[in-house]
């Protein structure tokens, strides 16, 4: 058993695309023409980080409530947790790209972790390998 896919409820296709891919490295898996349950067009996009099994589906918002959502899918609170072998040499592309950090890395138990914010809003933990152990 397995999770396959976390939706993510995001404001354009094309603009989390380039996220995802040209700013975290994710690959793009799949984005293919679907339709919405009301018939009406939309994409089936989804994209995985390197060497993953479980994917985000990239939603673009259809109506004011999914708008309502977009930036704030957990309610304020880190969401999505990205684990990666070399956190510096991430971190330094992320800064580079000017992404939004909310702290300062710093050095749990569990590793190196840092919070950012994805082009949307929401909550990120960027997770790797602590440096003391």
């Known amino acids: 058993m397995q999770i396959e896919l976390v939706t993510l409820v995001v404001r354009d296709y094309d603009e989390a695309i380039d996220f995802f ?7 793009l898996a799949e984005d293919s023409p679907a339709e919405t ?6 994409r ?3 994209v995985r980080p390197p ?7 990239l939603a673009q ?4 409530e999914q708008r309502s959502v977009i930036g704030n899918q957990t309610g304020g609170r880190v969401g999505f947790f ?3 072998d070399d956190f510096s040499a991430t971190f330094d592309r992320m800064i580079a790209a000017d992404i939004e950090f909310l702290s300062s890395p710093r050095d749990e138990p569990y590793g190196r972790v ?8 929401n909550r990120w933990d960027l997770l790797g390998p602590n440096p003391t152990r």
């Open 37 to 42: 349950n009301a018939g009406e067009a939309k």
């Open 61 to 64: 918002a259809d109506g004011d």
């Open 82 to 84: 990205l684990r990666v």
């Open 51 to 57: 060497n993953s099994e479980t994917g985000i589906l």
């Open 44 to 46: 089936w996009v989804v």
């Open 21 to 27: 891919v040209k700013i975290l490295g994710f690959s």
């Open 114 to 121: 840092v919070v950012f914010r994805d082009l949307f809003g």
